[in-house]
């Protein structure tokens, strides 16, 4: 029995290969990727840090006194206070409560008052009992400006020094531009955007970032818009982000480790959305606001927490609008925004609440300007009270300038005013520190008493409710320079040097330059012509019609004469010389034999040129010519006086007035360029 065997199984239709998938590209470019290497304001990848320290007063005297961080300690100025540490505010203490309600509130909090000057002190110091001794005391902030400097310092040593831009915005918060730094990163982490662009087209998208997961740490994430979504992947400023949070969780470590200051930051693309990140989770935290996060982080804000909208301005837009939130804000149209606030506030506006600030972190954070002021209860009612509080305050604001580098004469103040109240009414005086000599407390304090008897002079001085003292207008002082006593030498070393040899040698004598070119020299004549013809010839009178080359070369006899007659002064000025006709150049001829090739000869100085210099050389003739002709002929002999008993003049006034001319018509001296016209 055979067995059946089955039928062969059609192959199935072959399916055609999916299409390679395309490679996903950026929605940034390599124009992008440029602008952000140099931190320019209009790069979408740029990065923005904002440090803020957490009640930078507060751990200013924790530090000092060496408390322990969790112990609730409050700074104290008066019967008020001025600063709260976060343990403290755990007991829902702020700044606006007494002394007492905070030692109710919480029994064990620490209260130090800040540093005082007293009248007649010249240094701040510390005192349990300045809240007693307001009348003679007046508030130092010095010790946290010379730690805010530490901070600075710190943050500026740890950054590369060739790509960091720090912005000291107050004493106790710094903006940061990491742009130059993240993008040198970058390039080292990731070499998919390290070559050229493709075709050398700077608007070419980048490629995709290799990465899919990021490690965000211990950083704060703002929450996405509602378009976004964490399961994208991410893009390049999601990884510049990434980058500058390590660095700034870097830098707030080596401030903790080296002056145990703890500090929070905040990270965004420009600087309006990093401070506003630094404050959203504090104390010693970091929050990134991303750029597909930025609407939903902004629409939970009231507008006004935005910086420069918290005064007038931001009065004025509630005022309008009648809100004070972001999510409000935004459906207005830019059209209705400048028709209410004018047009660059209300285009300022519309970007401002879309996350949209192109402000620059400018790294001069050099102090413009030192105030130090005391407002008193009761009031001060003479000159000698006055002058007490004048030196603390030349005290106070020269321990500063000390700070600023002005006994090295790195940074000097120019002008130093004074603003006087008394009643209602404000008056200032001002005047220039002399710049000649060194900065000293006892020259400010003498330039301010003289504004003060300025003021006292005007009348109405007293009493005074207010007294203030600032200088102003620093500049960079100019270092390097020696005094005249550098430049001499005294002593053995002056005898010791070289006594040079007395010289006696006359000064030579200064020679006259005259004729100095010429006609001639404007034609190529062979070097034999020119040297026969440089000679000249002596006339029948025996005077030379032409001179040599190197008095005046090729010139007329008359210039000849003219200039002979400046050298010696024997010889008589042309116009007391007779006339006489001027004996033409003879040149000798140029033997024919030297000559390769066709020749002319001159019919007027027998002189054999090449066929092709004739045309220049007949030039030449033309020019002599012409220069002769223009020369001034010489004066002829003045024609004798007339009798005094001749007929009358014509055209004449008189005898007296004649002049010493002859008045008849047609007769006397010719004019330059006249000659007698043949009648009949």
């Excluded at 409050?74 to 755990?90: K, M, S, T």
Aim: charged share 25%; proline share 8%; hydrophobic share 30%.
């Amino acid at each position: 029995m055979s067995s059946q065997i089955p039928p062969f199984a059609s192959s199935p239709p072959s399916t055609p290969p999916p299409p390679p998938r395309r490679k996903r590209r950026s929605k940034f470019t390599y124009k992008h990727l440029s602008t952000f290497s140099y931190s320019s304001t209009s790069s979408p990848l740029r990065v923005i840090a904002h440090i803020d320290l957490d009640a930078f007063y507060a751990q200013c005297e924790g530090v000092r006194l060496g408390l322990d961080p969790t112990v609730p300690l409050a700074v104290q100025q008066w019967q008020g206070l001025i600063a709260i540490n976060y343990p403290a505010r755990a007991f829902g203490l702020n700044r606006h409560v007494t002394i007492t309600e905070a030692k109710e509130k919480c029994p064990e909090i620490v209260c130090q008052h800040v540093a005082t000057w007293k009248e007649g002190d010249t240094e701040w110091s510390y005192s349990d009992d300045a809240f007693k001794e307001i009348a003679i005391r007046k508030v130092s902030l010095d010790p946290y400006r010379l730690e805010c400097r530490k901070i600075l310092a710190t943050i500026k040593g740890f950054l590369p020094a060739d790509k960091q831009k720090v912005e000291k915005a107050s004493i106790d918060e710094v903006f940061l531009d990491l742009s130059a730094q993240v993008h040198g990163i970058m390039l080292e982490r990731y070499s998919e955007i390290r070559g050229p662009p493709p075709y050398d087209d700077p608007s070419e998208a980048l490629p995709r970032p290799p990465t899919t997961a990021l490690d965000w740490a211990a950083d704060a994430l703002v929450d996405l818009d509602e378009k976004q979504s964490e399961e994208d992947d991410p893009d390049w400023d999601d990884i510049a982000m990434l980058v500058a949070s390590e660095i700034v969780r870097d830098v707030r470590k080596e401030i903790f480790d080296k002056l145990h200051y703890t500090c929070s930051a905040g990270l965004s693309r420009n600087k309006m959305l990093a401070k506003l990140g630094s404050a959203h989770k504090k104390p010693n935290s970091q929050t990134v606001v991303r750029n597909r996060a930025v609407q939903q982080f902004l629409s939970s804000y009231k507008f006004t927490k935005i910086r420069n909208l918290g005064g007038k301005l931001g009065e004025e837009v509630v005022a309008a609008f009648n809100t004070d939130t972001v999510s409000d804000l935004l459906p207005i149209p830019i059209g209705e925004l400048q028709k209410t606030l004018g047009d660059d506030t209300g285009a300022w506006l519309y970007n401002i609440i879309r996350g949209e600030d192109n402000s620059e972190v400018n790294p001069r954070t050099q102090i413009k300007s030192m105030l130090s002021a005391k407002s008193f209860r009761p009031s001060i009612n003479d000159f000698d009270a006055a002058c007490k509080w004048l030196r603390i305050f030349v005290a106070d604001i020269y321990s500063r300038l000390i700070d600023e580098g002005v006994l090295e004469n790195k940074r000097r103040p120019k002008t130093i005013s004074l603003h006087h109240r008394q009643g209602g009414q404000t008056r200032s005086r001002a005047c220039p520190i002399p710049m000649g000599k060194a900065i000293t407390q006892d020259g400010l304090f003498l330039l301010a008493k003289n504004l003060l008897s300025q003021v006292v002079v005007d009348g109405r001085a007293w009493p005074c409710a207010n007294l203030s003292l600032s200088v102003g207008g620093f500049e960079d002082g100019v270092q390097g320079n020696m005094g005249i006593g550098s430049f001499l030498v005294r002593g053995e070393q002056a005898k010791s040097l070289p006594v040079p040899a007395a010289t006696h040698e006359q000064p030579a004598a200064k020679r006259r330059r005259v004729g100095e070119g010429g006609i001639a020299k404007f034609f190529g004549m062979n070097s034999e012509e020119s040297r026969s013809s440089s000679l000249g010839e002596v006339d029948d009178d025996g005077e030379t019609a032409f001179l040599r080359n190197d008095s005046t070369d090729d010139l007329p006899a008359t210039h000849a004469r003219s200039t002979l007659s400046e050298n010696d002064p024997s010889i008589p000025p042309p116009s007391a010389q007779p006339s006489r006709p001027t004996s033409p150049t003879r040149v000798q001829p140029k033997p024919p034999e030297e000559i390769s090739g066709p020749t002319y000869s001159c019919p007027r100085c027998s002189n054999a040129v090449p066929e092709e210099q004739r045309l220049e050389h007949e030039d030449y003739h033309f020019a002599l010519d012409l220069s002769t002709q223009t020369t001034t002929p010489p004066r002829p002999p003045a024609a004798p006086p007339e009798s005094a008993d001749n007929g009358s003049r014509v055209g004449g006034r008189g005898g007296s007035r004649g002049r010493g001319r002859s008045t008849k018509f047609g007769e006397g001296e010719r004019g330059k360029g006249q000659k007698r016209l043949a009648f009949g």
